[in-house]
């Protein structure tokens, strides 16, 4: 069984250029939520995607969107970098959306604005 | 709005001494409660969580209503306990099971 992987593990951009993060979910799992980590902070919740729709949303700046394949897979996007987007972007993958549903996480991607 | 409070930061314990990591949340609905844990170098892993009632590496937690808490106690720390740990809620019941997380304790086992 492969885990959740994500790509790239490190990301360097400048101000208001655009990125693209990329989660591949564990084997068998329909569900994948993004969450941003600061330095020093919890992971925050961005959103989930659940069968290739939108299933929630944190309180993040429309700026901030994403896609899930038919694979399940899911791409995390960010137009118009800010400084403040500097972070550990989590990927966790679940079987399904309800609350009885384990998430498990990626290893995260490293993105630092300049 | 659901929340999830770590009071310490850092929680320095000798080995064989009890751990307790602190956890209080608020929340309106039924909810699910969870404690991840990040060893060093490695991905955020879940430890254990209410539903399951398990105990997972020596490490219980019980869900105290009343006090709106869910403490992470181990009766006797061992070096390999050496971690950053997240307490998190979700909802239970319902739709959408994304994760509230609080701040972390990072917990040092000394020798």
């Known amino acids: 069984e492969t885990g959740v992987t994500q790509s790239p593990t490190h990301l360097i951009k400048t101000r208001g250029q655009q990125v693209t993060l990329r989660c591949s979910s564990q084997?068998?799992?329909?569900?994948v939520s993004w969450y941003q980590q600061a330095l020093g902070q919890g992971p925050q919740f961005i959103f989930q995607?659940?069968?290739?729709?939108?299933?929630g949303r944190g309180n993040f700046p429309p700026r901030f969107s994403g896609l899930q394949f038919p694979n399940y897979s899911s791409e995390l996007n960010v137009n118009a970098l800010e400084l403040d987007d500097s972070a550990l972007y989590l990927c966790?993958?679940?079987?399904?959306?309800?609350?009885?549903?384990?998430?498990?996480f990626g290893p995260g991607t490293r993105l630092t604005v300049l | 709005a659901q929340r999830v409070t770590q009071p310490e930061k850092l929680l320095s314990v000798f080995k064989g001494a009890p751990v307790e990591l602190k956890c209080n949340y608020s929340y309106s609905g039924s909810p699910e409660l969870f404690w991840y844990v990040q060893y060093s170098r490695q991905r955020l892993q879940l430890l254990l969580r209410?539903?399951s009632r398990e105990s997972i590496k020596g490490f219980t937690a019980d869900l105290n209503k009343g006090e709106t808490s869910f403490h992470l106690k181990k009766p006797f720390a061992q070096e390999e306990d050496s971690a950053m740990y997240y307490c998190a809620l979700s909802r239970l019941t319902g739709g959408g099971n994304k994760l509230t997380f609080g701040t972390g304790t990072q917990l040092k086992v000394e020798l």
């Open positions: 966790a993958s679940s079987l399904g959306q309800m609350g009885v549903d384990t998430q498990y």
């Open positions: 209410h539903i």
């Open positions: 995607y659940y069968r290739e729709e939108e299933n």
């Open positions: 084997s068998g799992h329909n569900t």
